[in-house]
């Protein structure tokens, strides 16, 4: 079985601020990684994923995130919010060996960009 | 091309009604699972379909049900309506090593 642990619940920002979402999961198998956006009253849309190659994946809106398999993480990084930028994160696993991709979720992390 | 359409956006039912969740898969998907998210929390795995049978199902209990059309659609079936079935309820069609969401059903039990 596999687990998703997000760390911070909530993480308010000023505009302009580095930003980190922290993701941590627990599977006893290789695992392959995901981030999720979701903005106010929409479904989910794929931010990253990682399912092998470079540890370091980006996005086309410049958020990367990192996995680290010693320490079974995942985390989610970007230099610089803006506003709209203003959403709840998921990150979420899914085993390789399985053909149905199915997804487990961590509970989500809410970001607030402030002016 | 389209993505992942659901129906309806928003519904309202009472305690011990009965409700159906429509969803079409992105073309060319033949893959279709259900989610159910609670207010505050992460997307929880209901079941998913495959060539009209249920593949995989997550811990859920009998009064949620569902159905795969030949043409890939899906419907999510709910019974006996409870208060705590009140969420977000999405559907998500399988590409590779992706899963592809709708924009969800918005649930509430009165």
């Known amino acids: 079985a596999q687990s998703v642990t997000q760390l911070d619940s909530q993480v308010p920002v000023f505009e302009e601020a580095p930003v980190e979402l922290r993701c941590n999961y627990s599977?006893?198998?290789?695992?392959?990684l995901f981030w999720y956006v979701q903005y106010p009253n929409q479904g989910l849309q794929l931010l990253l994923k990682y399912l092998s190659g470079s540890t370091l994946v980006e996005s086309i809106n410049g958020f990367e995130a990192e996995f680290n398999k010693s320490q079974t993480s995942f985390h989610l990084r970007k230099p610089s919010v803006h506003i709209s930028d203003t959403a709840e994160y998921f990150c979420a696993v899914s085993d390789p060996r399985s053909n149905d991709y199915k997804l487990s979720f961590g509970a989500g992390t809410t970001v607030t960009v402030r002016a | 091309d389209a993505g992942v359409t659901q129906s309806p956006t928003h519904l309202i039912k009472t305690r011990g009604q009965q409700v159906t969740l429509r969803c079409s898969p992105k073309?060319?998907?033949?893959?279709v699972s259900w989610y159910q998210q609670a207010l505050g929390q992460g997307p929880q795995f209901i079941f998913q379909y495959y060539e009209e049978e249920e593949r995989q199902r997550g811990n859920f209990p009998d009064r949620f049900s569902g159905h795969q059309f030949p043409n890939y659609s899906s419907e999510l079936n709910v019974n006996a309506l409870l208060l705590g079935d009140s969420a977000l309820y999405l559907c998500?069609?399988?590409?590779?090593?992706?899963?592809?969401f709708g924009p969800g059903t918005r649930l509430t039990v009165l």
């Open positions: 073309s060319g998907h033949d893959t």
């Open positions: 599977s006893s198998v290789s695992v392959y």
């Open positions: 998500a069609s399988s590409g590779y090593h992706e899963q592809f």
